[in-house]
């Protein structure tokens, strides 16, 4: 079974910097893309940032510049350093793996809250 287990989430001042986490266990077969996706209240879920087992990464245009996704193969982890924080990056974050056996699945974290209040 398939887990996935994000932390670092919590109230931050507006500039502010945290860095989330989320480890995959379980995992059978090759993770091919982690990533991070956002919602916030009374919005629908968006792309925040996706990285590939090469380590090519990708961002929303809004987070560029002020965020950054890495990822520890070994550890099944994926990061997601997010500074200069600004309370329109408020939101529930959900991490996501696609895995590879025979075909792709995706499978998704419960999510993390980050609030960027003064």
């Known amino acids: 079974q398939v887990q996935l287990v994000e932390s670092g989430g919590g109230l931050v001042q507006p500039g502010g910097t945290v860095r989330l986490s989320c480890e995959a266990s379980?995992?059978?077969?090759?993770?091919?893309?982690m990533g991070w996706y956002r919602q916030s209240p009374g919005k629908e879920r968006e792309f925040v940032a996706s990285?590939?087992?090469?380590?090519?990464?990708d961002y929303v245009d809004s987070v560029k510049g002020r965020f950054t996704i890495s990822r520890d193969n070994a550890k099944n982890t994926v990061y997601l350093q997010m500074n200069s924080l600004k309370p329109e990056d408020t939101a529930v974050y959900y991490c996501y793996v696609v895995i590879f056996v025979r075909k792709s699945q995706t499978y998704w974290g419960e999510g993390t809250l980050v609030t960027v209040s003064s």
């Open positions: 379980g995992i059978i077969g090759s993770i091919t893309f």
């Open positions: 990285i590939s087992s090469s380590s090519s990464t």
